[in-house]
């Protein structure tokens, strides 16, 4: 089972998720993945995660989480101790998310969601210290993120397998030509 967490203002229907779900129909699998709108509330998205994963087998459940969405899968993976790929996870995203308070444009969508200040103790509240099993861990991070900086990635998951990409961007605009490496990890 693969569970994709879409990042910030994201969806998904994103880019990285429709290769997913893409890829998991293809192979007649589409039950074995799921991607599910993340509220703007990080302590709403953490309940509604943990009560998306209670009947999911752990050892066999692998999360995909982009930007914001690593930051999570990071903290589910070690409440589950299940694998994660994180690509190009937001590492402080309290600090990051402070210049966007107020209403936001869901990407990919018509919609908008507010971001309030109380969100930022929310991700707070998240964070996770220290990583355990690092193993289970695979970075794919871009050297051309205009939004947020590899090396702290990399220095985050220090230990875990990582991919570092020379340019590319935040949104992993060549994610196609990635996603096999990221399914080998997963199955």
Not at 44 to 70: C, I, M, N
Not at 77 to 106: I, W
Not at 109 to 130: D, K, N, Q, T
Not at 149 to 165: C, F, N, T, V
Request: hydrophobic share 45%; net charge negative.
């Amino acid at each position: 089972m693969l569970l994709y967490l879409h990042g910030f203002r994201s969806s998904p229907r994103s880019f990285k998720a429709r290769l997913f779900a893409e890829h998991f129909a293809r192979i007649g699998a589409s039950d074995q993945f799921s991607c599910p709108q993340l509220p703007a509330s990080p302590a709403a998205a953490a309940r509604l995660l943990v009560e998306h994963v209670a009947s999911l087998d752990s050892q066999r459940l692998t999360l995909v989480g982009s930007s914001l969405g690593g930051y999570y899968a990071t903290w589910l993976a070690e409440r589950l101790g299940c694998r994660a790929v994180l690509l190009n996870p937001a590492v402080h995203p309290e600090r990051d998310l402070a210049h966007h308070l107020g209403v936001q444009k869901v990407y990919y969508s018509e919609e908008s969601v507010e971001i309030r200040r109380e969100f930022l103790g929310e991700l707070e509240a998240l964070w996770v210290e220290p990583l355990t099993r690092l193993e289970r861990y695979f970075l794919v991070a871009a050297k051309g993120d205009e939004l947020l900086d590899w090396r702290e990635m990399s220095a985050r998951y220090h230990g875990a397998r990582q991919w570092i990409l020379e340019g590319s961007d935040h949104g992993l605009s060549q994610f196609r030509e990635q996603i096999g490496e990221v399914l080998a990890f997963a199955s």
